[in-house]
């Protein structure tokens, strides 16, 4: 079993590969996708990241039982460029909770939680978020990235 991952880690507790920190222990934020990816692996629909059959299941299993949180793909690389943080999967923390260190963390005052845009959907030219609308088009939101 893992240990419980430290949201302020950059290291995964159980074999040292690099886990991108979704916190900021100098400000306290615990970043959190603001809404699910288009392709969040919790979402039912058809457009949710292929996983082989079974992996999901393992997956949150494994993940509770460490009490950790799932990062978000779409805020890991090669998907984001260089510089964008990573957060927290929003699918798993709407089905599942937050995890412990980060609830721990809020009540002794040391975290808040962020919500951050998917970077995904952010024009690196203008910095402005990118919002999917009926039709499958495109459209930019008035809301600029902070």
Do not use: W
Request: glycine share 10%; hydrophobic share 35%; net charge negative.
């Amino acid at each position: 079993m893992r240990a419980p991952h430290n949201p302020f880690s950059g290291i995964g507790p159980q074999d040292d590969d690099p886990v991108p920190p979704v916190a900021d222990p100098a400000t306290g934020e615990i970043r959190l996708l603001e809404d699910r990816c288009t392709t969040c692996v919790l979402n039912p629909a058809a457009a949710a990241a292929p996983l082989r059959p079974g992996r999901l299941q393992q997956l949150i299993r494994e993940v509770q039982d460490c009490g950790g949180q799932i990062v978000c793909h779409s805020t890991l690389r090669p998907v984001v460029p260089e510089g964008f943080p990573a957060a927290m999967c929003r699918g798993f923390i709407d089905a599942y909770g937050l995890p412990l260190a980060a609830q721990e963390a809020i009540e002794l005052g040391v975290g808040h939680i962020v919500e951050v845009p998917d970077p995904t959907r952010i024009d690196v030219r203008t910095n402005e978020v990118l919002q999917r609308v009926p039709g499958g088009d495109t459209a930019k939101r008035a809301q600029q990235r902070g």
